[in-house]
């Protein structure tokens, strides 16, 4: 009898020890979690030198208009919030300005320019801006830019995890790498990739694509596009 009342007490101690292993293990997990947010939140954007490096390929016939192909002007613009890369793109007379080389540029961290020739390729090794964790790309089609024009993309970082158990994360932003292809009308394909392979690289806030284990690619394309 005794020997059954211990091995109850034992059994039922066991089961105690087991439940709050796994709570602690749940917690644990939800912890980890947090601490990565932090890391990127807190992640320091500061200058680069060369840190963006787009290639960008231009078809023949670029920019149609009156069935004859023209040169593209390339904005690239970087800036700390989304919302202001939006609110630039909201504004046609800002952006014709811009193109024409008259606009301000308040709240744009950098602003670079490229006229591409039909049938270009070129590869160009932008600096990353201190304090930049957005870019956007902006094609100058005839009559004025749309959204099949353009690209918005946050600037990557590389996440590391330190320790096992009580584990922390660090993070910091790394180079990119952008392949755009300007088509008849718009801007047919781009990708976009950053780290090597084993790294764990993150686009905060970029739609659809968050999380990236390994060397990180991404692409979009407007090849359907049609216009006469």
């Known amino acids: 009898m005794n020997n059954i009342n211990f091995y109850s007490v034992i059994k039922r101690r066991f089961l105690i020890?087991?439940?709050?292993l796994v709570i602690s293990g749940c917690s644990h997990s939800i912890s980890n979690d947090e601490k990565r947010l932090q890391a990127i939140e807190q992640a320091k954007p500061v200058y680069a030198s060369n840190a963006i490096r787009l290639k960008i390929t231009a078809v023949p016939q670029l920019n149609?208009?009156?069935?004859?192909?023209?040169?593209c002007t390339i904005l690239i613009a970087q800036a700390e919030k989304r919302e202001q890369l939006d609110k630039l793109l909201a504004n046609p007379v800002l952006l014709r300005n811009l193109f024409a080389g008259t606009g301000a540029t308040e709240q744009?961290?950098?602003l670079d320019n490229y006229v591409?020739?039909?049938g270009q390729s070129v590869s160009l090794h932008i600096d990353r801006a201190e304090q930049a964790r957005y870019i956007a790309l902006i094609a100058g089609y005839y009559p004025m830019p749309d959204?099949?024009?353009t690209r918005v993309?946050?600037?990557p970082l590389r996440l590391e995890q330190h320790g096992w158990w009580n584990s922390a994360w660090s993070a910091e932003f790394v180079p990119m790498r952008i392949n755009l292809t300007l088509g008849r009308y718009a801007i047919t394909r781009s990708d976009f990739s950053a780290g090597n392979t084993g790294d764990e690289v993150v686009f905060p806030g970029q739609p659809g694509q968050i999380d990236f284990p390994g060397q990180t690619t991404e692409s979009s394309?407007?090849?359907?596009?049609l216009r006469k």
């Not at 020890?17 to 709050?20: A, K, S």
């Open 221 to 225: 394309s407007n090849e359907s596009v």
């Open 116 to 118: 591409m020739m039909p």
């Open 17 to 20: 020890l087991t439940v709050i």
């Open 108 to 110: 744009i961290l950098q």
């Open 147 to 149: 959204s099949t024009h």
């Open 153 to 155: 993309l946050s600037l």
């Open 64 to 71: 149609v208009f009156n069935n004859m192909s023209n040169s």
